[in-house]
């Protein structure tokens, strides 16, 4: 079923061209599905290749984007629809409200970020929407071990491997969407310490 999915990913111009390949394949793909893409609204990098893909096959791109960022000329002005706001918080917060979902392709640290608060939230039950990551060549293999050894750890439970998955291909990613249940229980509990 058609969704707004919200994608993050890398803004770098100079990674390998197995990431760029993904990311025009999941343009290609949403706009065949209907899918609208709700991204960060610049034009380079991952994600400016999710989106020109995207709407070379027919599909509706959202971007949200700070005015800081907009200013430097870095905004994709082709868009449907381009949000400019105050800030990144407000770009995070404007992205959330429009999506139906979450996808990471590769990225940096605000990849990292912006998918951390979506478990997150989604772990304190303030959303149950898909969250996705797209492991393109492996590139988040330490990112699932990491997960793995905080559970090991008990830094968290093992409900949380239910807050999000991990698919190798788009086809995969898009198929996790298809399949999606959300999560039925598990909201975080804090101990207060007594004595």
């Excluded at 750890?153 to 093992?158: G, I, M, R, S």
């Excluded at 698919?167 to 039925?184: F, G, S």
Aim: hydrophobic letters at 45%; proline letters at 6%.
């Amino acid at each position: 079923m058609p969704c707004n999915l919200c994608v993050f990913c890398s803004s770098s111009d100079v990674i390998e061209p197995v990431y760029f390949q993904a990311a025009k394949e999941l343009g290609s793909a949403m706009a065949k599905r209907g899918d609208v893409l709700i991204y960060g609204g610049t034009t380079v990098g991952l994600m400016g290749a999710v989106a020109r893909s995207l709407h070379q096959q027919g599909g509706r791109v959202v971007g949200v984007i700070p005015g800081f960022l907009a200013t430097r000329g870095m905004a994709y002005t082709p868009a449907d629809e381009l949000i400019l706001t105050r800030d990144l918080r407000e770009r995070k917060a404007v992205m959330e409200s429009r999506a139906d979902a979450f996808l990471a392709l590769p990225g940096g640290f605000g990849t990292l970020e912006e998918m951390l608060e979506i478990i997150t939230l989604k772990q304190l039950q303030q959303h149950t929407k898909p969250t996705i990551f797209l492991n393109t060549a492996g590139f988040w293999d330490p990112l699932a071990e990491l997960f793995r050894h905080m559970q090991a750890h008990q830094f968290v439970k093992p409900f949380s491997e239910s807050l999000y998955d991990f698919a190798p291909t788009v086809a995969e990613a898009l198929a996790c969407l298809d399949h999606y249940e959300p999560p039925q229980s598990g909201l975080k509990m804090v101990r207060s310490a007594k004595g």
